[in-house]
């Protein structure tokens, strides 16, 4: 039985990756439902996105254990990851490096193998994307990337979560303008705009650009990317923009990096020359007065706080698209 692992949405196919949004919709409903619901207009928006498939159940993993590894600090995805597993029926097991014996120079491997005797789901948050792949190569348990310096698929799944209940529809035909560095949630936003045909508009300076690598393989899988070299011309009359902070751990020479990128800075006059109804995300942590400003971030068309929600709704899908197989697999062998 192959494993489900939630490494790069380039590696999902169209229909996983629309499961899993689809799946996160529902159980964000479900979650508002138990609570006692939502604004009138976002239930409706939600209800409508949550029955394109059909209903889907909210799982239970009672008993199931996911182990966290992080070799970066983290907020949102620590939080998220830990709480949707509880919101599943599951558990959470939370490590850093330095508390495993990688520290001490234990291979991955190694690591992999014996965690997988464990538990039932690994998540990491690495430094390097080697890592993540070459864990997942030795695991007998899925394994989710956290974050990578190449990748962040978990985040994509909550920025788009969050347009689609902003429009009440699905993401296939609108524009999304990435602003800044072309980062590794940028390299997400390009693998997926191959998946669900939405518009991908980049503003960089061409230093800070997407590689051509991936340029080629967006080329290949029928990605509509557009590459420009001034901030207005990507965000012009887009459905969303989206930005994210300019230097990052492990980042250098953050001065060269700041002087480039302060022309694509996301200010109220940038944002006018979006779509009417254009909304501002940003994954958090934001510097405001860097590279957005605080009358954009703090203003009534951002939905950044509703993206960090979606963070949790996102897990939960991402969890139980990667768990729902293993279960499905025990089911049928008893």
Not at 1 to 10: A, E, G, K, N, P
Not at 29 to 57: F, I, N, S, W
Not at 74 to 85: E, P
Request: glycine content about 6%.
């Amino acid at each position: 039985m192959s494993l489900r692992h939630f490494l790069d949405i380039s590696e999902l196919s169209r229909a996983d990756l629309r499961t899993i949004m689809d799946d996160a919709h529902t159980m964000k409903r479900a979650r508002a439902a138990a609570l006692g619901g939502v604004e009138p207009d976002l239930d409706q928006k939600l209800a409508r996105l949550a029955g394109m498939t059909g209903p889907t159940p909210y799982a239970d993993f009672s008993g199931r254990v996911l182990a966290m590894i992080f070799e970066k600090p983290s907020t949102r995805t620590r939080i998220s990851f830990d709480v949707a597993m509880r919101h599943l029926g599951g558990e959470t097991l939370l490590l850093n490096r330095d508390d495993l014996q990688l520290g001490r120079g234990e291979s991955i491997e190694d690591t992999a193998q014996v965690m997988s005797r464990y538990v039932d789901v690994v998540m990491l948050r690495v430094l390097k994307h080697e890592t993540l792949t070459t864990f997942a190569a030795a695991a007998k348990v899925p394994v989710i990337n956290g974050l990578s310096d190449r990748s962040h698929p978990c985040q994509i799944i909550a920025d788009l979560m969050t347009l689609e209940e902003t429009i009440g529809g699905v993401v296939a035909g609108r524009s999304i303008a990435w602003v800044g560095d072309s980062n590794n949630v940028a390299t997400s936003f390009v693998h997926a705009a191959a998946r669900l045909d939405f518009e991908l508009r980049i503003g960089a300076p061409p230093e800070l650009g997407p590689s051509p690598e991936l340029l080629k393989w967006a080329q290949r899988e029928g990605a509509a990317i557009r590459v420009h070299d001034t901030a207005r011309a990507a965000v012009e009359n887009a459905d969303c923009v989206v930005t994210d902070t300019w230097v990052s751990m492990g980042d250098e020479n953050a001065e060269a990096r700041i002087a480039a990128l302060t022309p694509f800075r996301v200010d109220a006059d940038l944002m006018a020359h979006a779509a009417p109804n254009a909304i501002f995300l940003h994954c958090l942590p934001a510097y405001r007065g860097q590279e957005v400003t605080g009358d954009v971030i703090d203003g009534p068309r951002s939905r950044v706080f509703d993206e960090a929600e979606n963070r949790l709704h996102a897990q939960k899908a991402i969890l139980a698209w990667c768990l729902r197989r293993e279960a499905d697999h025990q089911e049928a062998a008893a």
